[in-house]
């Protein structure tokens, strides 16, 4: 009996694994410069409507694992220097090498009086 009854549980669980692995959607990419080619580290790469996301490597590259609920939804890609770029979210899975564009801030003179 208790044998059977392992086996029930064994078998719920791995259907309950099963069905959520499934829900899942798995976004991989690079992150480079546009201008260079050259990998953007440690860029920020998020969900619009949710505090979820991920942050690239050294290399840039990033791995995001999202409910496939969120097809549809805004990915941001950011990072300091650069501006930054929303991608629609689509319901597969892929990898793709993202372009930021560099952003050039020019400041005001400053004049220290002393």
Not at 20 to 30: E, K, M, P, Y
Not at 35 to 62: D, M, R
Request: no cysteine.
């Amino acid at each position: 009996m208790i044998t059977l009854r392992l086996l029930l549980v064994s078998f719920v669980a791995t259907i309950n694994f099963s069905a959520s692995a499934q829900d899942v959607i798995t976004l991989r990419g690079q992150i480079v410069d546009s201008s260079t080619g050259k990998p953007i580290p440690f860029a920020s790469v998020h969900l619009s409507s949710q505090s979820t996301g991920t942050s690239a490597n050294e290399l840039g590259e990033f791995i995001l694992k999202i409910q496939k609920r969120f097809t549809g939804d805004t990915l941001i890609i950011s990072s300091i220097g650069y501006r930054s770029l929303n991608k629609i979210i689509s319901s597969s899975n892929s990898y793709e090498t993202i372009t930021l564009q560099p952003s050039v801030t020019e400041l005001k003179e400053v004049t220290i009086q002393g």
